[in-house]
């Protein structure tokens, strides 16, 4: 089998070395290859590609390799538009970029195993911009044995099939305003972890997985619920929160009663582990959501704080929806076991991705809410741990904030690298995740965790 | 230090971890009446729920956020002491109170008598 796709890359400089291994494998898990071999070819005469080290000083000196090689302005043949036929009006003066071609490759070819690019430790896949900047397109062609991969939102699909019949029967007083938070989207991140866990025992079955996904979702949805109340936030995935729309009381009961729907339609599949399981999650839920206000006391705390209330709060249900859907399909132990730690560290991921949204003005919650509601959050805890801006972080940490300090202490965990650092952090803790999978016989649907796993990380919602 | 030592005989370690100001609140109290006629992982189950629904005044008026997360906690573990009955009619039993009972907060209506309820679900066992 072949698949074909292509790459688009902006370029921001004349020169520049654009590190293009991550997408590369991207596409490779995409498309569920196995074993196998992936061509990518430049489709410019002035975009080469190179397997180098990505380490900012060789980029450096690769640069000063080409320039000294082809330097601008040596009187090139090729840009002397008056001796060229054909040429449009807005033809580049590039001879040099165009003999720089000759130090690099235009395609190259990178063998796959297990679903993986084989590469050395220290290689990387670079695009190197020699005119830029620049719209740019490679060519990918991937060929060799895939794996076979259920239609891909197939399982999505039936999720939603799933919250829509869970939710029809119900009185409208607390249907209504779940049905609203429900369909204002969601990444459908713990379900999607259930229905791809589910498929890797002896016993798969799609309609038992559905509920389970189902009902997880519901009691997702019925923390923030109550969260909202706690934190007093106004808005929930771009729309008012049920508790500013209806008002405290509907919304305690309203958390209550989908709290209680999910442990009901969990029970009623008969699973004792699954059971057991959710139980023990929802309790460490809200075990850490209590440990998370009394800490607020001590704001912006530390790492290990941090750890502790996001295992707690976020992770515990990402492990839990992976180790459900394993014991419903009866996994082997050490599937299940593989797949409970895979799902603790994306959840962990998952929350630190969740703090940068404090400072992103599409997330669809309010800039800054974090820091006007005391919430743990790690940016925070990197910018009051700086050397130049973390004493004034903590001075304004130490008070009451108006708005004007609000967007101060934005501005300030901006200038020091916070965010960069905890998106390193993040990416970091996924890998380590799928490293859990390495060793596992994940028919089908590696590639799907796969991208699940860093879609948790990669949004901006 | 009396009362400790009696606590502990009856309820398992680490069972009220975090609930001890609920459970000198009056959840001892309710324990003993369900303890008279169930299980002790069934009876502090029970407790639990009445406890939930009272903390977080469904029926009544909204609990400050310290009650709503403790009747949170409570529900949960109550949910985690039936799931280790492995007790299905009990699980979903309890579940369906739950349900009807925070539907009649949402709605305004008048809530079921819970304690009356939840007895007869756990008679029913007997």
Redesign the interface.
């Known amino acids: 089998m072949i698949a074909n796709r292509r790459l688009e890359l902006s370029t921001s400089a004349q020169t520049e070395f654009l590190d293009i291994t991550t997408r590369l494998q991207e596409q490779v898990t995409a498309a569920g290859l196995r074993d196998g071999r992936l061509f990518v070819q430049s489709l410019h005469t002035t975009l080469g590609l190179a397997v180098n080290e990505n380490e900012p000083l060789l980029l450096m000196d690769m640069q000063a390799t080409l320039e000294r090689f082809a330097p601008q302005g040596g009187g090139y043949q090729h840009d002397d538009f008056g001796r060229r036929a054909g040429i449009s009006t807005d033809e580049p003066i590039n001879g040099h970029a165009h003999c720089r071609l000759l130090l690099l490759q235009p395609a190259c070819t990178l063998l796959v195993e297990e679903g993986r690019l084989v590469l050395g430790r220290w290689q990387a896949v670079l695009a190197v911009e020699l005119d830029g900047p620049r719209q740019r397109r490679l060519a990918v062609q991937m060929d060799g044995d895939f794996t076979p991969q259920r239609p891909a939102d197939a399982d999505r699909r039936l999720v939603e099939l799933e919250l829509a019949r869970q939710l029809l029967l119900?009185?409208d007083?607390?249907r209504t305003p779940m049905q609203r938070l429900v369909e204002a989207g969601g990444k459908r991140v713990r379900p999607m972890l259930v229905m791809l866990a589910a498929q890797l025992g002896r016993a798969p079955d799609s309609l038992r997985a559905s509920a389970l996904a189902g009902a997880l979702e519901l009691i997702h949805d019925a923390t923030l619920v109550?969260d909202d109340?706690?934190d007093r936030a106004a808005t929930r995935r771009g729309r008012a929160s049920v508790a500013a729309a209806e008002?405290?009381?509907?919304?305690?009961?309203?958390?209550?009663?989908y709290?209680?729907?999910a442990?009901?339609i969990i029970?009623?599949l008969?699973n004792?582990a699954v059971?057991?399981t959710?139980?023990?999650a929802?309790?460490a839920?809200?075990?850490s959501?209590?440990d998370d206000?009394r800490l607020r006391g001590s704001y912006p705390g530390d790492y290990a704080m941090y750890l502790r209330v996001v295992r707690g709060k976020t992770a515990a249900l990402f492990a839990a929806a992976c180790k459900a859907g394993a014991q419903l399909c009866r996994a082997s132990a050490q599937a299940t076991a593989k797949l409970t730690r895979f799902g603790d560290l994306v959840g962990v991921a998952f929350q630190m991705a969740d703090d940068l949204l404090d400072y992103s003005e599409s997330s669809g919650k309010p800039l800054g809410q974090d820091i006007r509601e005391r919430v743990l959050s790690l940016p925070l805890i990197y910018a009051s741990e700086d050397r130049r801006v973390g004493s004034r972080v903590r001075e304004l940490l130490g008070g009451s904030l108006d708005e004007s300090e609000v967007r101060e202490v934005q501005r300030l965990v901006v200038s020091c690298g916070a965010l960069e650092r905890v998106v390193e952090e993040a990416r970091g803790l996924v890998e380590r995740a799928l490293a859990e999978l390495e060793e596992l016989e994940l028919d089908g649907v590696r590639p799907a965790l796969t991208e699940l796993a860093r879609s948790a990380v990669d949004r901006t919602r | 230090m009396k009362q400790r030592v009696k606590r502990r005989t009856a309820v398992p370690d680490g069972l009220l971890?975090?609930l001890d100001s609920v459970w000198e609140g009056g959840m001892r109290q309710t324990f003993e009446y369900y303890r008279s006629f169930a299980g002790s992982e069934v009876a502090l189950a029970a407790a639990m729920v009445e406890s939930?629904v009272d903390l977080?005044?469904?029926g009544r008026?909204?609990?400050d956020?310290?009650g709503?997360?403790?009747?949170?906690?409570c529900?949960?573990?109550a949910?985690?002491l039936?799931?280790?009955t492995?007790d299905?009619r009990l699980?979903?039993g309890?579940?369906?109170i739950?349900?009807r009972?925070?539907?009649a907060?949402?709605?305004?209506e008048s809530p079921p008598l819970l304690r009356e309820e939840l007895s007869s679900l756990i008679a029913e066992d007997g």
Do not use: N, W
């Open positions: 119900d009185p007083p607390v109550h109340y706690v008002g405290p009381s509907r919304a305690i009961a309203v958390g209550d009663y709290f209680a729907k442990t009901r029970a009623e008969g004792r059971t057991s959710i139980a023990e929802m309790e839920i809200c075990l959501q209590i206000v | 971890s975090h939930a977080q005044g469904l008026g909204p609990a956020p310290g709503l997360l403790l009747g949170d906690l529900l949960a573990r949910s985690r039936l799931a280790e492995g299905q699980q979903v309890f579940a369906r739950v349900e009972v925070a539907a907060a949402a709605s305004g």
